[in-house]
């Protein structure tokens, strides 16, 4: 028997987020692939990546995943 897909998914790598420099007030768009990860127990999950434009760290909570109409809801 053949494997058949019946509904194609998407990788989680491929998550898109949203996130502001705090210090220049830029507006980054990012994939997971592209961040750092780090699991914290207290705070929760986040992602962190450095601004293009200034170089300081930008923080984004891993659920806050942009939900694309081909993703469904966790």
């Given at each position: 028997m053949?494997i058949?897909v ?26 997971r ?6 699991d914290d127990q ?12 200034c170089g ?19």
């Open positions: 053949a058949v019946t509904r194609r998914g998407l990788l989680p790598e491929n998550d898109q987020f949203d996130a502001d420099c705090r210090k220049c007030k830029s507006s980054l768009r990012f994939l692939r592209d961040a750092k990860f780090t207290r705070d929760g999950a986040f992602l962190t990546v450095s601004c293009p434009v300081d760290p930008v923080h984004v909570a891993e659920s806050a995943a942009r939900q694309r109409p081909d993703r469904p809801s966790r």
